[in-house]
């Protein structure tokens, strides 16, 4: 399996990256050519960055697109450059996650909807498969956008502070 997961930032992509280490394995590597055949996830700017993970067969890009400004891009380059150029070697599975900050969870979701080639129906943490059509070849690609905090203004680090703060209080019982 080949799948990307969009990030805002470096502390985002830094997080992710270890988490897929320490809670499921996950290794980080070079492009694997065998896997990325005919094209990379490469960095559009130099504030961007792109780390490569692997488990057995599967690769994942994690991709960190320097600002929730830069979503839009990355999404378009994704499903207009290569899934347009390669429709048989598709990115299976792209994960979109994206900081809250002070905006509701529906109008951040309804943003990304207008990015995607296709209408859908999206809902945070939820998977949709999105069929785009190439070429008279219909490409099924997995679409789950995550929103973070779920419950609460902020970003991935209001996540973080939180989880510390109970895992202290929890300590103090």
Known sequence: MKSVILCEGP?????????????????????????????????????QHVNYMRKDHSCVAIWCVAGKDSFETAVRVIFDKIIQDFPIDPIDSVVLVADRDHDDVESRISDIQTWLPCET?????????????????????????????????????????????????????
């Not at 992710?16 to 490469?42: D, F, M, P, T």
């Not at 779920?150 to 991935?156: E, M, P, S, T």
Request: proline share 3%; with cysteine; aromatic share 12%.
């Open 11 to 47: 502390d985002d992509l830094w997080f992710l990256s270890y988490y897929l280490y320490k809670a499921h394995g996950w290794n980080k590597c070079n492009v694997q050519k065998h896997i990325w055949r005919n094209y990379e996830i490469v960095p559009l700017n130099s504030k």
């Open 121 to 173: 129906n999206l809902s945070n943490k939820s998977t949709k498969i999105l069929q785009v059509v190439v070429d008279e070849q219909v490409v099924n690609i997995r679409f789950t956008p995550v929103i973070i905090p779920f419950d609460q203004d902020g970003a991935i680090e209001t996540l973080l502070m939180s989880a510390i703060k109970e895992s202290g209080e929890a300590g103090e019982q």
